[in-house]
């Protein structure tokens, strides 16, 4: 009965070309890519990236996470995700690529792949699934890379750079996205499909993205806040605990100010969205401090210069058009 409803696992590989041409006649601009090996015609790689998924990544903090996932199916592989986090803290996919094995050619074409969609910005931050927080745990893993491989020392200290990747050296700004949490998600909302065959496990991903993005984008449409809740809900509290702080201005700057309580003393210097204290920086959205003194600086509007010094990100609007287009599902 599941090989008549899904196709046997040999007919999922058959059908992909079909599946891309249907699927993209249904969502345009979307990408697919097929890699055969030239001598057998074997299946080797399967790229898939959804046209709301590329539009809508323009409104997503520039962070996103790479996971795997080991199917289970007769021919095994592997499924390789991309996923970032909107505002919501919702699971937003990016990229789906399925590969026969994982190993250094299926990454280079996994990589180039990625490369031709996600531009490499001063902003972008990317989460592999090896995690070391502190400086003793980056060093224990960089020891063990050292004896596999020494050859790639060299390249990484100077070539690349410590800084490239890895999350102990990192200076930019991971918001509140730490580790690969998200991408685990999907590879748990799939779990039963990982026995699928290969064109029934992309149907079913697009299915229930689709179902998402539809449901978000009607939830964001009927709301009438300059934020989404979440945004507005952490805007609150921060208005909450700025009463029990007190502001300085020594110098008689309108923009930089030194504030009291609640812990060490904090410096803020508005003009510039900089925070000693660095949350300010990071999540982008006015912390209590900052929004102590915009109450000091802005008086009676004090209320509205909140969002203004909150980045766009978190507003209705730009969630609003993250999802926007819609993902459409086809049988096949």
Request: hydrophobic share 40%.
């Amino acid at each position: 009965m599941k090989n008549i409803v899904q196709g046997t696992s040999k007919h999922g590989y058959a059908v992909l070309p079909i599946f891309s041409y249907v699927f993209n006649g249904f969502n345009l601009e979307s990408i697919n890519s097929l890699m055969v090996d030239k001598e057998s015609g074997k299946f080797m790689y399967y790229f898939m990236v959804f046209a709301a998924s590329i539009r809508g990544y323009t409104h997503m903090r520039k962070v996103f996470t790479i996971d795997i996932t080991y199917l289970s199916s007769k021919y095994k592989g592997v499924l390789l995700s991309v996923v970032a986090q909107d505002t919501q803290k919702h699971i937003y996919p990016l990229v789906y690529c399925m590969v026969d094995k994982k190993n250094d050619a299926s990454w280079g074409f996994f990589f180039e792949k990625l490369k031709a969609i996600i531009v490499d910005e001063l902003e972008l931050c990317i989460i592999s699934d090896i995690h070391a927080y502190t400086l003793k745990e980056f060093n224990d893993y960089f020891n063990v890379i050292k004896e596999k491989c020494p050859s790639a020392i060299a390249c990484l200290e100077h070539n690349v750079g410590f800084e490239k990747w890895s999350r102990t050296h990192f200076s930019g700004n991971r918001f509140n996205v730490m580790t690969t949490n998200i991408a685990e998600s999907p590879n748990a909302m799939f779990l039963h499909e990982r026995e699928y065959p290969v064109a029934a496990i992309f149907i079913a991903i697009a299915h229930r993205f689709g179902k998402i993005f539809r449901k978000r984008y009607t939830e964001v449409n009927n709301s009438r806040t300059t934020f989404f809740p979440e945004a507005e809900n952490i805007l609150r509290k921060n208005m909450t605990k700025g009463d029990k702080l007190y502001v300085n201005n020594i110098n008689g700057s309108t923009d930089k100010f030194t504030v009291l309580g609640c812990g060490p003393s904090t410096k803020v210097n508005l003009s510039k969205r900089s925070y000693s204290y660095r949350k300010f920086d990071l999540v982008k959205l006015s912390c209590a401090h900052a929004i102590e003194e915009l109450c000091l600086k802005h008086e009676d509007d004090y209320s509205s210069s909140i969002y203004n010094y909150s980045s766009p990100i978190y507003s209705n609007e730009s969630y609003f058009l993250a999802y926007l287009k819609p993902i459409c599902a086809v049988p096949l």
